[in-house]
């Protein structure tokens, strides 16, 4: 996938280090990270853990700016 193609998620999928690492990460099960990849929807409890996780490399408003507006 070319980085210009990379969905917020994919980016905190890829910097972590995969669907199962970020799934650790967040508690989650590594179904559930594969659900927001496809969908390219996190839920909104989940996105300032992953801004956390990323250093800020992938925000909250990148996630979801529907729910948190552009930073």
Known sequence: MSTLN???????VEL???NSKLAALCNVTPQAVFK???KNK???DRCLLI???TKSKVTRY???PDIFGSK
Request: proline share 9%; net charge neutral; hydrophobic share 35%.
């Open 51 to 53: 801004e956390q996780i």
């Open 36 to 38: 927001w990849v496809s």
């Open 6 to 12: 990379k969905t917020p998620i994919d980016k905190a």
């Open 42 to 44: 996190v839920p909104a």
């Open 62 to 64: 990148e996630l979801r």
């Open 16 to 18: 972590t280090g995969g």
